[in-house]
């Protein structure tokens, strides 16, 4: 075991992600915009996993999940403040993109890259067989962890997620809970799904109590 806390294979998969350049000197399509700078929180003790998109400009900027008021909602949501979140010990942060993927025509957020999924998460995801529960948030993470069994639309995914919570699921496979992107543009999105805080948001809030 490393000093960190968790097997020497998770610590040395962690320095070759935040070491990886793919997405500039091998890319897909167009290269990464800007420098890389992969931002994650991985763990072998952890039992709760947040996997989102990909990080933002502020979190480009500081280096650290969630450093904005998206991470400040969803750590509302979760019923956690930033002691627990960003304790590795306690908490695993996998965005389904490592690195900032830079800004659209209209100065929104590109969709995560996807030479990290490629390269990266089936392993990191094998690395932490610990893993309990996966908060899957918006489209993307979605797609990578629901599989076939999304729905359509993140509304229908989201509004499943009993099925997805309860679902039998193999031995050591973690269950998955899916939620909607915490940015302060879904307002709107709360307001027309109030079932979301009367119904979900309590179950989150004692999974996360349980598990952290």
């Given at each position: 075991?490393s000093?960190k806390?968790?097997?020497?294979?998770?610590?040395t998969?962690?320095?070759?992600?935040?070491?990886?350049?793919?997405?500039?000197?091998?890319?897909?399509?167009?290269?990464?915009?800007?420098?890389?700078?992969?931002v994650?929180?991985?763990s072998?003790k952890?039992?709760?996993c947040v996997?989102g998109?990909?990080?933002?400009t502020?979190?480009h900027?500081?280096?650290?999940?969630?450093t904005?008021?998206?991470?400040?909602?969803?750590?509302n949501?979760m019923g956690?403040g930033?002691?627990?979140?960003?304790?590795?010990?306690?908490l695993a942060?996998?965005?389904m993109?490592f690195?900032?993927?830079?800004?659209?025509?209209k100065g929104?957020d590109?969709?995560?890259?996807?030479?990290?999924?490629?390269?990266?998460?089936?392993r990191?995801?094998?690395?932490m067989?610990q893993?309990?529960?996966?908060?899957?948030?918006?489209q993307?993470?979605?797609?990578?962890?629901?599989?076939?069994?999304?729905?359509?639309?993140?509304?229908?995914?989201?509004?499943?997620?009993r099925?997805?919570?309860?679902?039998?699921?193999?031995?050591?496979?973690?269950?998955?809970?899916?939620l909607?992107?915490?940015?302060?543009?879904?307002?709107?999105?709360?307001?027309k799904?109030?079932?979301f805080?009367?119904?979900?948001?309590?179950?989150?809030?004692?999974?996360?109590?349980?598990?952290?």
């Amino acid at each position: 075991m490393s000093g960190k806390g968790y097997p020497e294979e998770l610590e040395t998969l962690a320095k070759h992600i935040r070491a990886c350049r793919t997405c500039v000197e091998k890319p897909e399509k167009t290269p990464l915009p800007h420098a890389p700078r992969p931002v994650l929180q991985i763990s072998g003790k952890a039992r709760l996993c947040v996997c989102g998109q990909a990080p933002g400009t502020r979190v480009h900027q500081s280096g650290r999940p969630f450093t904005d008021p998206s991470g400040d909602r969803l750590r509302n949501w979760m019923g956690i403040g930033e002691d627990i979140f960003y304790d590795p010990e306690r908490l695993a942060i996998v965005p389904m993109g490592f690195c900032f993927p830079g800004l659209d025509a209209k100065g929104g957020d590109l969709p995560p890259r996807p030479e990290c999924r490629k390269a990266w998460h089936d392993r990191l995801f094998a690395a932490m067989p610990q893993i309990e529960l996966i908060l899957v948030i918006g489209q993307y993470a979605q797609a990578y962890h629901l599989g076939k069994a999304r729905k359509q639309s993140l509304t229908e995914t989201v509004a499943q997620w009993r099925s997805y919570f309860e679902e039998a699921r193999p031995a050591g496979s973690p269950v998955v809970l899916p939620l909607p992107h915490p940015s302060w543009r879904n307002n709107a999105w709360i307001r027309k799904n109030p079932w979301f805080e009367t119904d979900l948001l309590p179950v989150l809030k004692r999974e996360v109590a349980r598990l952290t």
